[in-house]
């Protein structure tokens, strides 16, 4: 998704979506009147999830949004330390901050790098008083209590924990679509990933609340939603009804009203042709599947501990593609890992033009702190990395443009999701999660409709209106 596309869509708390749930009668509201927060989250897409949890809770609890950090009393930052560069990020804007911080200003950090840095945090920041990791925040109400009580500062730092964060109140940023976390955390231990050592062990949550979550958002407006998780399809009913991750997808695609159902990131270990046939027979599942390889070599493949090999991930690839209607495929990939050789690199390349992928999001390795990779040697020099991951992205755009302009002539449905008034432009989106522009109007924002496909480039697709759906 382009960057500006995200700023349209996550709106600020200001401008949120009239479709938030209400919060349970009879919540206990302990936060002094008028007090504000504001979060700003980094990363992926659970970490936007969980702020929208975050405040949800914080909402419950008396405290109104604030629409920026300088106004706000509590300011709260959801951070992502999956590389080098995403980790710097929050140490950047405490710094900013604390130039114009307030006394009386209180400063949190919550997410990745809260739990991969812990109490080092106030000897780097001394100006934050609370330092959260995602497997605490169903304690975070009571952290931030503690420091509305005079402690000076608090930390929720335990990874041992068999809960889920759940909430009485989640305040959805996104109108159009509503995320459902299903299991949290990560029990796979890929050499090179903090997520495991941040998020905790995994921990699906049971079928019957997220039905019941899942009807909730029907109920009130939401036409499309997305299951998330780190290993989404490694999800385990711990209640008694014991669904499977597919029977649960057909069970939430079945919620009369649901038109769209998303679901990310599949781990390929636990990839099953079910999956496959499940899209087939529902037309509310998205025919997309989000499947990260990460490399074509099985050498680097078992040093990176992913536990398949390409010829197992390629037979995931033919289960996908023999499916009765087409399904998308993308992936992330990761260059210059440890060890890696040109030979290996180029099986990357030549795994590239096999899948034939529709999208791919690749990264230069970074080397990061309590993994088993971050202490083996990272053989390959920065400058090649970044030659790597030019040559990668670069045979990858000629995949996409060609398998984009294949689809000049089709109609496609979409959803609008945004507006550009500058260029009299809609933006929608197509079940394959392909973007395409449009002439339209703002009134069109959360409306299906049928597109024709007139252009195509690498990133995305140019039509004009067919009809409304
Ligand atoms: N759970 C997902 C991935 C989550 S992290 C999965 O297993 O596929 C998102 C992506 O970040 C990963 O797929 C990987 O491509 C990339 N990534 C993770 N750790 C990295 C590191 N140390 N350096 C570079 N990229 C990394
Ligand atoms: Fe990280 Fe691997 Fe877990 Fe994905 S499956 S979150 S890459 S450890
Ligand atoms: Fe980043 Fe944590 Fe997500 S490291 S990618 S925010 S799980």
């Given at each position: 998704?382009?960057?500006?596309?995200?700023?349209?869509?996550?709106?600020?708390?200001?401008?949120?979506?009239?479709?938030?749930?209400?919060?349970?009668?009879?919540?206990?509201?302990?936060?002094?009147?008028?007090?504000?927060f504001y979060i700003e989250t980094f990363g992926c897409?659970m970490n936007v999830h969980d702020s929208e949890k975050v405040a949800?809770a914080l909402?419950?609890?008396?405290?109104?949004?604030?629409?920026?950090c300088?106004?706000a009393?509590l300011v709260l930052y959801n951070t992502c330390s999956i590389r080098e560069k995403a980790a710097q990020k929050v140490f950047t804007r405490l710094g900013?901050l604390k130039?114009?911080?307030?006394?009386?200003q209180t400063i949190g950090v919550l997410g990745c790098v809260a739990q991969q840095e812990g109490e080092r945090i106030f000897g780097r920041a001394p100006h934050v008083s609370l330092v959260c990791g995602s497997a605490s925040y169903p304690r975070l109400g009571e952290l931030i209590d503690r420091l509305?009580?005079?402690e000076r500062r608090v930390t929720g730092l335990s990874l041992d924990t068999?809960d889920c964060f759940?909430t009485?109140?989640?305040?959805?940023?996104?109108?159009?679509?509503?995320?459902?976390t299903?299991?949290e955390g990560c029990?796979?231990?890929?050499?090179?990933c903090v997520v495991p050592g941040t998020r905790g062990p995994?921990?699906?949550?049971?079928?019957?609340?997220?039905?019941?979550?899942?009807?909730?958002?029907?109920?009130?407006?939401?036409?499309?939603?997305?299951?998330?998780?780190q290993?989404?399809?490694?999800?385990?009913?711990?209640?008694?009804?014991?669904?499977?991750?597919?029977?649960?997808?057909?069970?939430?695609?079945?919620?009369?009203?649901?038109?769209?159902?998303?679901?990310?990131?599949?781990?390929?270990?636990?990839?099953?042709?079910?999956?496959?046939?499940?899209?087939?027979?529902?037309?509310?599942?998205?025919?997309?599947?989000?499947?990260?390889?990460?490399?074509?070599?099985?050498?680097?493949?078992?040093?990176?501990?992913?536990?398949?090999?390409?010829?197992?991930?390629?037979?995931?690839?033919?289960?996908?593609?023999?499916?009765?209607?087409?399904?998308?495929?993308?992936?992330?990939?990761?260059?210059?890992?440890?060890?890696?050789?040109?030979?290996?690199?180029?099986?990357?390349?030549?795994?590239?033009?096999?899948?034939?992928?529709?999208?791919?999001?690749?990264?230069?390795?970074?080397?990061r702190p309590n993994t088993?990779?971050?202490?083996?040697?990272?053989?390959?020099?920065?400058?090649?990395?970044?030659?790597?991951?030019?040559?990668?992205?670069?045979?990858?755009?000629?995949?996409?443009?060609?398998?984009?302009?294949?689809?000049?002539?089709?109609?496609?449905?979409?959803?609008?999701?945004?507006?550009?008034?500058?260029?009299?432009?809609?933006?929608?989106?197509?079940?394959?999660?392909?973007?395409?522009?449009?002439?339209?109007?703002?009134?069109?924002?959360?409306?299906?409709?049928?597109?024709?496909?007139?252009?195509?480039?690498?990133?995305?697709?140019?039509?004009?209106?067919?009809?409304?759906?």
């Amino acid at each position: 998704m382009s960057q500006e596309l995200v700023q349209i869509l996550f709106s600020r708390p200001d401008q949120a979506s009239d479709k938030c749930e209400v919060p349970f009668s009879g919540v206990e509201r302990s936060a002094p009147a008028g007090k504000t927060f504001y979060i700003e989250t980094f990363g992926c897409q659970m970490n936007v999830h969980d702020s929208e949890k975050v405040a949800g809770a914080l909402t419950a609890k008396g405290y109104r949004a604030a629409s920026n950090c300088e106004s706000a009393d509590l300011v709260l930052y959801n951070t992502c330390s999956i590389r080098e560069k995403a980790a710097q990020k929050v140490f950047t804007r405490l710094g900013t901050l604390k130039k114009s911080q307030r006394e009386d200003q209180t400063i949190g950090v919550l997410g990745c790098v809260a739990q991969q840095e812990g109490e080092r945090i106030f000897g780097r920041a001394p100006h934050v008083s609370l330092v959260c990791g995602s497997a605490s925040y169903p304690r975070l109400g009571e952290l931030i209590d503690r420091l509305a009580a005079g402690e000076r500062r608090v930390t929720g730092l335990s990874l041992d924990t068999e809960d889920c964060f759940e909430t009485e109140f989640t305040r959805r940023d996104n109108p159009f679509r509503a995320y459902i976390t299903i299991i949290e955390g990560c029990d796979k231990s890929c050499s090179y990933c903090v997520v495991p050592g941040t998020r905790g062990p995994e921990r699906s949550r049971p079928a019957d609340r997220i039905l019941s979550e899942a009807r909730r958002l029907v109920g009130a407006g939401y036409t499309e939603i997305q299951l998330l998780g780190q290993t989404v399809n490694s999800y385990r009913d711990p209640s008694p009804a014991r669904l499977t991750f597919t029977e649960l997808l057909l069970r939430v695609a079945e919620i009369t009203g649901l038109k769209r159902l998303r679901f990310t990131t599949s781990h390929p270990s636990d990839f099953t042709s079910d999956i496959v046939r499940a899209i087939e027979i529902s037309p509310v599942l998205c025919d997309h599947i989000h499947l990260p390889v990460q490399c074509g070599s099985n050498r680097v493949l078992a040093r990176m501990r992913r536990s398949y090999t390409r010829e197992e991930y390629l037979e995931h690839v033919s289960c996908i593609r023999s499916a009765k209607r087409a399904i998308s495929i993308s992936s992330d990939v990761i260059v210059g890992f440890c060890g890696e050789t040109e030979e290996d690199f180029e099986e990357t390349l030549s795994l590239l033009d096999l899948v034939d992928y529709d999208q791919v999001f690749s990264f230069k390795y970074s080397p990061r702190p309590n993994t088993r990779a971050g202490r083996w040697e990272n053989s390959v020099p920065e400058e090649e990395k970044g030659r790597r991951l030019a040559a990668l992205q670069e045979r990858q755009r000629q995949i996409q443009l060609r398998r984009n302009q294949a689809l000049i002539g089709q109609e496609l449905d979409v959803l609008v999701e945004a507006f550009q008034p500058k260029l009299g432009q809609s933006v929608g989106r197509t079940s394959s999660n392909r973007i395409v522009n449009f002439p339209g109007e703002a009134a069109w924002a959360g409306r299906y409709m049928k597109v024709c496909v007139t252009a195509a480039g690498p990133n995305s697709l140019v039509g004009a209106r067919a009809e409304a759906v």
